[in-house]
C-alpha cells in the first residue's frame, strides 16, 4: 500500500510539489520500502553510447543533453561494461541499434537465462519478452522508441524466474521494470536491500505487472527532480529518462543546457 507519511515527507522536501506532479511514490511491502515511478504517458528515452560515443555515467552529464525542467524522473536502465556501454540489445531511436542482441552464457544476473528486453513503442505502449534472435524488421523498425535488453527475467505471464528464490540471501538496492496488462510501464527502485524474489512478488502482487525486468543491482539510481533526489554514488551506463506528458510532443523535449 502506499504510505501516506512518506508521500508527504516527500511533498515537503520538494517546496511547492502537488501530488498531481509527483511521478515517483514510496509504497511499502513485507517490512521493505520500494520507490515506484509513473511517467504517466510521458516520453520515456534511452541513454545508451556505440561503441563510437562517449558513454553518460551520470544523471548530471545527462542533464546536459536535456532541459532538467522537462524531467519527470530518471532510472539506470540496463547492465553496461566497465566503460559504461551496454552489454545488451539498446535501440534509442527509430531504427538506431547501439548494441546488438546478446545470446551468449555467462556468469552474473544478466546471463541468468531467460533474460530480457524492455520495448516501447511510439505510442508509449510497452513491452516486455524474453530475449531472442531479432529479426532484421524488428531492429529496422521506426515504431520502436527504445529497448534495452536486461536480465533476469523477473516476471513472465506472472511467473516467476524459475532460478530465483522466494527470499534469497543476496540483499542490494535494486531496481527494476514492469508492465502492466495494458502496457503501461512501472519503474521501481528498492530503498531497502532486497532480495530478488522480494522484488519480483512486489511488482507481481502489489504492482500487478505479470511481466518485469531486472534492471540492476548495487549501481541502482533514480534522479526525481521533483524530490529534489539525485542519485550519485556510482558511475552508470544506459539510463531511461522519462519525460513529463506536457513536454513529450514532438520537438518539445527541450533543448541541451550549453
Same mark, same amino acid.
Given at each position: 500500500?502506499? /504510505? #501516506? %507519511?512518506? %508521500?508527504? @515527507?516527500?511533498?515537503?522536501?520538494?517546496?511547492?510539489?502537488?501530488?498531481? !506532479?509527483?511521478w515517483c511514490r514510496m509504497q511499502s511491502f513485507e517490512g521493505s520500502? &520500494?520507490? /515506484?515511478?509513473?511517467?504517466? $504517458?510521458g516520453r520515456l528515452q534511452l541513454f545508451a553510447a556505440a561503441r563510437n560515443e562517449a558513454p553518460l555515467r551520470s544523471f548530471d552529464e545527462v542533464s546536459r543533453h536535456v532541459n532538467p525542467s522537462t524531467v519527470a524522473f530518471a532510472m539506470n536502465g540496463g547492465m553496461f561494461d566497465q566503460n559504461g556501454r551496454p552489454i545488451g540489445l539498446a535501440i534509442v531511436g527509430?531504427?538506431? +541499434?547501439?548494441? @546488438?542482441?546478446? %545470446?551468449?552464457? $555467462?556468469p552474473g544476473n544478466f546471463h541468468m537465462? #531467460?533474460?530480457?528486453? &524492455?520495448?516501447v513503442d511510439y505510442t508509449g505502449k510497452a513491452s516486455i519478452f524474453e530475449s531472442a534472435p531479432m529479426p532484421v524488421e524488428l531492429v529496422r523498425d521506426v515504431s520502436v522508441a527504445l529497448a534495452t535488453q536486461s536480465g533476469p527475467l523477473l516476471l513472465e505471464h506472472g511467473r516467476m524466474h524459475p532460478k530465483i528464490q522466494?527470499?534469497? !540471501?543476496?540483499? +542490494?538496492?535494486?531496481? @527494476?521494470? $514492469?508492465?502492466?496488462?495494458?502496457?503501461?510501464? =512501472?519503474?521501481?527502485?528498492?530503498?531497502? #536491500? /532486497?532480495? =530478488?524474489?522480494?522484488l519480483a512478488r512486489f511488482m507481481r502482487d502489489q504492482l500487478h505487472t505479470p511481466d518485469a525486468l531486472f534492471l540492476d543491482g548495487s549501481v541502482?539510481? +533514480?534522479?526525481? #527532480?521533483?524530490?529534489?533526489?539525485?542519485?550519485?554514488?556510482?558511475? =552508470? $551506463?544506459p539510463i531511461i529518462v522519462a519525460f513529463k506528458p506536457a513536454a513529450s510532443a514532438p520537438g518539445r523535449a527541450g533543448r541541451a543546457r550549453p
Open positions: 500500500m502506499i /504510505v #501516506p %507519511l512518506a %508521500l508527504a @515527507a516527500a511533498c515537503a522536501r520538494s517546496g511547492s510539489a502537488s501530488a498531481d !506532479e509527483a520500502r &520500494f520507490t /515506484v515511478c509513473d511517467n504517466q $504517458g527509430p531504427g538506431r +541499434l547501439v548494441h @546488438a542482441i546478446n %545470446l551468449r552464457d $555467462g537465462k #531467460p533474460n530480457g528486453v &524492455f520495448e522466494p527470499d534469497g !540471501e543476496s540483499r +542490494l538496492i535494486r531496481n @527494476a521494470v $514492469g508492465v502492466t496488462p495494458a502496457g503501461k510501464p =512501472l519503474f521501481v527502485i528498492s530503498e531497502d #536491500p /532486497v532480495s =530478488l524474489g522480494k541502482s539510481a +533514480l534522479w526525481d #527532480p521533483t524530490d529534489n533526489r539525485e542519485d550519485s554514488s556510482t558511475k =552508470l $551506463g
